[in-house]
């Protein structure tokens, strides 16, 4: 069914405005000098404004939820998982958005809801990807193996003497990543619990991408993942 428009009159041409509605017919006619606007044109004013206030802050509202729920979102790092690279109390914008047509990869920094089996809380994880799917992830002498090449990781957590923790496997120390998983860890593994206790999370679960630091200020700066060229394809 379509809807026609009824043709203007004289009698029904109007344009609405904020506050009440203008005959476009009706002579311009001012009002004499001195004069006072009435009750009615008060009550129309004041009503007026506050239905532009009410539309304002609903629509503020919606575009935060439709931008906190599809485009950004901020967390706050609750762990020590990812010490040194972010502390306890960091807050960080995640990317929900590109995730949707860019696949995740490998060295980039993800918050994602664990599996039930991870944690009785439903606080969102934040880990680094390290096998992607298809890859196989293996753990040997304290280092990370992807496809049979040692993972080059600056990242990683560093004692006072500046020398990086070696990374241990659990039960388990060699995974194959399924399609629509990824295997994640901890930048500080000796404080995370990650894929090496209970293998890949699924892509699905993940929330997005960390893409800015922002708080504190000082450490103000974007989410940098490192490049990974000596990896060899699956």
């Not at 006619?29 to 004041?46: F, L, Y």
């Not at 496997?169 to 000796?190: I, K, N, S, Y």
Request: charged share 20%.
């Amino acid at each position: 069914m379509t809807l026609h428009r009824p043709p203007p009159t004289m009698a029904a041409a109007t344009t609405i405005t904020a506050g009440g509605t203008v005959d476009q017919n009706a002579p311009d006619a001012p009002a004499p000098e001195g004069a006072e606007p009435g009750p009615t044109g008060r009550r129309r004013g004041g009503l007026g404004c506050a239905v532009e206030v009410v539309e304002t802050l609903v629509l503020t509202l919606v575009i935060f939820l439709v931008i906190q729920n599809f485009v950004a979102q901020p967390f706050r790092v609750d762990q020590h998982s990812m010490d040194r690279t972010f502390a306890q109390g960091d807050y960080v914008l995640v990317d929900r958005l590109t995730g949707r047509w860019s696949p995740y990869s490998r060295g980039q920094v993800v918050v994602f809801q664990p599996p039930p089996a991870w944690t009785h809380q439903p606080e969102p994880f934040i880990k680094r990807v390290i096998g992607e799917p298809g890859d196989t992830v293996e753990v040997r002498d304290g280092q990370v193996f992807v496809n049979g090449a040692a993972l080059d990781e600056p990242y990683l957590f560093r004692n006072d003497a500046g020398v990086a923790e070696p990374t241990e496997a659990g039960a388990t120390a060699r995974w194959f990543v399924p399609d629509g998983e990824l295997f994640v860890m901890g930048d500080h593994r000796q404080m995370s619990s990650d894929s090496r206790v209970l293998g890949p999370i699924h892509i699905s679960s993940v929330i997005g991408r960390g893409l800015l630091r922002y708080w504190p200020l000082s450490k103000l700066g974007i989410v940098e993942t490192p490049g990974y060229d000596s990896i060899p394809a699956p």
